[in-house]
């Protein structure tokens, strides 16, 4: 498990720069803040919902998304548990059972392996199998995929491993605005939401919007957003991925090429009708995610594709994945295992026919 | 209240089961089962490790000299139940063992399929139990979840279709023998998993708490009994939730139905201490040793188990000891269990010494239990007829309760499922 936990401060610079030039007047808040005041409105407006984890009381959270939330609402409603996931990831979902709202967090998704049992067996299952009669609005969330340093055991993306599972919702926010929407879309939502957050994306900030800073702000569940049209190319991404593909089409831009960068937001429901029509406008395609190519959402993102707008493609669909291996520790395999801007941009240009050689192909 | 370890004072001696000395006289229990269950009475034998007819002697001796229900009557001298109780007791017990034979004559004809485990000879455990609580308390099962469901209420035409996979079944199909959900008896379901089912049910129990403690409704007193068999307790989600339950003071009852068989897996062979509600002291909760095959031990014991939970004293570990007359499932060959062992326990079987009880304190008349198996018989009749005519699921099911909410999910542009739409079957089945 976790050695020790410290609070990071984030040294890694915002992806975002492009909006942040037109946005100087709007107000900026870190994915911590959207994640902290979105739990904390959502509990404020329902008593039914509460917070259980390891270290997210008196602890202020292992990564201090719960900040402050023991000092207003209590241990009854903030509950640090004991280090058993599986068990108190069961309690969630039994307390779900009868209407509450339980907020389960991981202190990393990786340690949601203990408790995959409940996830899949005993959340997604429930509804479906009593026929209706039990729904699990529950919502397991924590930080997922590649940190920095921590090995293989600590770095993994499950976006794809619980978005294969029917009666789970997957969810993966980018910015402050995605996690605040997000989170507070997953806590009202009635069925069992997987909340995939990034470790280092909790100390980026971004612009917000007066409206996604009302405490009745929401994003639909199942819609990814736009985060820059483009008239070439399609880049879907998720997650950390979103800042790469941002960057790797500004520097496409350069180059003139024009790049559409989609932020799935919603891994399940995927958005297939906004993947789609896009698309079917530039006619190519490059997947980013962070995760395992094999079975990824990548794949399943190519295969919507094919199926739905084959005619429109005008070059084979480039996906590009974390490498097929355990996270290394040392840095430089580390760097070499996780997606860079540079193989986005690599791709994108193969699928628009610049000349690459193959070898130096991602 | 408060769910903080910071906060949680240790408990008074009277609410605690034991000081570390006393673990063989739970002081919260005025039924010391010491008495009638030395330590050293544990049966489940396998041939190899210990000599089942040296152990088994003890309790031979104590059945021969004091029938069970007399030592109680010793205790108590009075009658353990009313007429009307006795009754209701022996209607669910039959009720149970007729439904699973049922079930196995169905399973046999073809009528059910997958794995169906059956209840016979644990009745005891789920008719002493399950008939103290009010509709309003939860019950969490196993795999093995038949007679719990039917014991809370679930009619036995709901259960029987459910297994036949039809849609008038009380998950319209989509259970199946390990998954019997109701929502209106508050039988939270059958999970197939080892283990699977103790974290829930303690969420359960952490719901009624919550609500009471935290959302003021005052009649949140609910309980909760979580079933599980004495294979769990060597599983980790046992012991998270024993301690957590403990932790937090969580009104449930963790009821552990040690048939001493886990499979072919002698309960002696696989768990170190083999004396599982010994378990309940280490985690700061009374433990207490049943004889689950006697119901009228078994109430007694959970009736304080239960009021103790509804008084907020938090929860206890029940160790009934009980034996399955037949194999783990009914694709079990059952050759690993000694042929003297299940014959002894044959001759323990529960329903019989309740009707023993009943005729000798004169509440029930040869009649009167002989009218019960004929309705019994006719319901059961009934529910077979009735899951046998009731319609297989329709197509249109299959992807109806995926998610309370399914926007964005296999639903097509004009709102329906995409499995009513004629090109479904047409490359993948996507959703």
């Excluded at chain 1, 005041?37 to 008593?47: F, K, N, Q, R, V």
């Excluded at chain 1, 079917?280 to 993102?301: C, D, S, Y």
Aim: charge should be negative; proline fraction near 5%; charged fraction near 25%.
């Amino acid at each position: 498990m976790f050695g020790v936990i410290k609070h990071k401060t984030q040294s890694i610079r915002p992806a975002f720069s492009a909006i942040r030039q037109f946005s100087s007047a709007a107000k900026e808040i870190t994915v911590r803040e959207a994640l902290n005041t979105a739990l904390d409105e959502e509990m404020s407006a329902d008593p039914k919902v509460f917070l259980m984890g390891e270290e997210v009381g008196e602890y202020q959270g292992a990564y201090k998304i719960s900040k402050g939330l023991l000092e207003k609402y209590g241990p009854e409603r903030v509950l640090d548990t004991p280090i058993t996931e599986a068990g108190f990831a069961g309690i969630g979902v039994g307390a779900a059972y009868y209407g509450l709202r339980p907020v389960v967090e991981f202190m990393t998704f990786n340690f949601s392996m203990q408790a995959i049992d409940h996830i899949i067996n005993s959340a997604a299952k429930s509804n479906y199998m009593s026929a209706g009669q039990i729904s699990v609005p529950i919502v397991f969330r924590g930080p997922n995929g590649a940190a920095a340093g921590v090995g293989a055991q600590h770095s993994q993306c499950y976006a794809s491993w619980y978005a294969s599972c029917p009666g789970l919702k997957v969810l993966s926010p980018y910015s402050s605005e995605d996690a605040r929407g997000l989170l507070k879309a997953a806590i009202r939502d009635p069925d069992p939401v997987v909340f995939l957050e990034n470790e280092l994306l909790y100390g980026e900030s971004f612009p917000v919007s007066a409206e996604a800073l009302d405490s009745s702000f929401c994003l639909p569940i199942g819609k990814a957003k736009i985060e820059r049209e483009g008239k070439d190319v399609t880049i879907t991404a998720y997650s950390k991925m979103v800042g790469y593909a941002l960057k790797a089409a500004e520097t496409l831009a350069k180059e003139g090429i024009s790049a559409e960068v989609i932020n799935l937001r919603s891994i399940r429901p995927l958005d297939r009708s906004t993947i789609n029509t896009s698309v079917r406008k530039t006619n190519r395609l490059v997947t980013v995610e962070e995760g395992f190519p094999q079975h990824g959402v990548g794949a399943e993102i190519c295969t919507s594709v094919i199926e739905e707008s084959f005619g429109y493609l005008d070059a084979p669909v480039e996906r590009i994945a974390g490498a097929d291996v355990p996270m290394p520790y040392a840095a430089n395999l580390e760097r070499l295992a996780v997606p860079q801007i540079e193989d986005i941009v690599r791709a994108a240009k193969r699928a628009c026919h610049r000349s690459v050689p193959l070898a130096a192909a991602a | 209240m408060s769910f903080t370890a910071t906060k949680f004072a240790p408990s008074p001696l009277s609410l605690n089961s034991t000081t570390p000395r006393s673990n063989d006289k739970p002081l919260s229990f005025s039924f010391d089962h010491s008495k009638t269950n030395p330590s050293s009475s544990f049966l489940g034998s396998t041939r190899k490790l210990l000599r089942f007819t040296a152990l088994a002697k003890p309790r031979a001796q104590a059945r021969a000299s004091t029938p069970v229900a007399d030592v109680l009557l010793q205790q108590t001298s009075n009658l353990l139940i009313t007429k009307e109780e006795g009754l209701e007791l022996y209607e669910d017990m039959i009720l149970g063992r007729f439904f699973e034979d049922k079930c196995a004559e169905m399973y046999y004809r073809g009528k059910m399929f997958g794995f169906v485990h059956l209840y016979n000879g644990q009745e005891a455990v789920s008719t002493g139990f399950i008939k103290l609580l009010k509709k309003e308390d939860y019950v969490v099962s196993t795999y093995r979840d038949h007679v719990h469901a039917l014991s809370k209420g679930v009619s036995s035409r709901a259960v029987m279709s459910e297994l036949f996979g039809k849609a008038t079944g009380c998950c319209r199909g989509q259970g199946g023998s390990m998954h019997m959900f109701s929502k209106e008896h508050n039988m939270l379901g059958g999970f197939a998993f080892i283990g699977e089912g103790i974290p829930v049910a303690t969420g359960a129990a952490f719901s009624s708490k919550y609500r009471k403690e935290v959302l003021n409704e005052a009649d949140a007193d609910q309980v909760t009994l979580a079933f599980f068999g004495d294979g769990t307790c060597n599983n980790g989600q046992f012991y998270e939730c024993l301690n957590m339950a403990a932790l937090w003071k969580l009104p449930i009852v963790f009821v552990v139905e040690n048939n001493l068989w886990a499979i072919g897996m002698s309960h002696l062979r696989a768990t170190s201490d083999p004396q599982i509600w010994k378990k309940g002291p280490a985690f700061g909760m009374p433990g207490i040793h049943v004889d689950g095959m006697d119901v009228l031990k078994v109430r007694e014991v959970a009736k304080e188990a239960i009021e103790r939970a509804r008084r907020g004293e938090g929860p206890t570990l029940v160790e009934c000891e009980t034996y399955r007359f037949r194999g783990h499932s009914l694709a079990d060959p059952d050759e690993l269990r000694d042929p003297a062992e299940k014959e002894h326990y044959a001759g323990r079987d529960p329903i019989t010494a309740l009707k023993q009880y009943l005729f000798e304190n004169n509440l029930a008349s040869e009649q009167e239990l002989k009218a019960i198996e004929k309705k019994i018989d006719e319901i059961l009749d009934d529910a077979v007829e009735f899951a046998d005519n009731s319609p297989l699921p329709p197509r249109s099911q299959l992807l109806e309760n995926v998610f309370a909410d399914p926007k964005g999910f296999g639903i097509g542009p004009d709102g329906r499922y995409r499995c009513e739409d004629p090109k479904f079957t047409e490359g993948t089945a996507q959703v």
